[in-house]
Nanobody, 125 residues
Framework: QVQLVESGGGSVQAGGSLRLSCAASGFPYRRDCMAWFRQAPGKEREGVGLILREGRTTYADSVKGRFTISQDNAKNTLYLQMNGLKPEDTAMYYC???????????????????WGQGTQVTVSS
């Protein structure tokens, strides 16, 4: 059974940092990529960034230069380091994985089949 479990969310002031983790288990195949998404109240879920199997990353313009995605394959864990946080970064953050064979580098949520339960990030001004 595939499981994605996020942790590390919390409340910080603008300019602060947080590091989110996503522990992955139960995958019967080798994933092509994993991604981070976020969803603020009243808004659609949006892609934050993803990391390909070989380690190459891509990010949404809104977080470039501030957020960094990494992975520890030995621990089956995905990370999202968030620096320079802004109030507009406030959202529920989710990690996601595709079901094999296709990684949507345009970060369209419908192409990711497995999702964690989310971890809340709140940034105050």
């Amino acid at each position: 059974q595939v499981q994605l479990v996020e942790s590390g969310g919390g409340s910080v002031q603008a300019g602060g940092s947080l590091r989110l983790s996503c522990a992955a288990s139960g995958f019967p195949y080798r994933r092509d990529c994993m991604a981070w998404f976020r969803q603020a109240p009243g808004k659609e879920r949006e892609g934050v960034g993803l990391i390909l199997r070989e380690g190459r990353t891509t990010y949404a313009d809104s977080v470039k230069g501030r957020f960094t995605i990494s992975q520890d394959n030995a621990k089956n864990t995905l990370y999202l380091q968030m620096n320079g946080l802004k109030p507009e970064d406030t959202a529920m953050y989710y990690c996601a994985a595709e079901s094999g064979g296709y990684c949507d580098t345009r970060l369209r949520a419908q192409y990711f089949d497995y999702w964690g339960q989310g971890t809340q990030v709140t940034v105050s001004s």
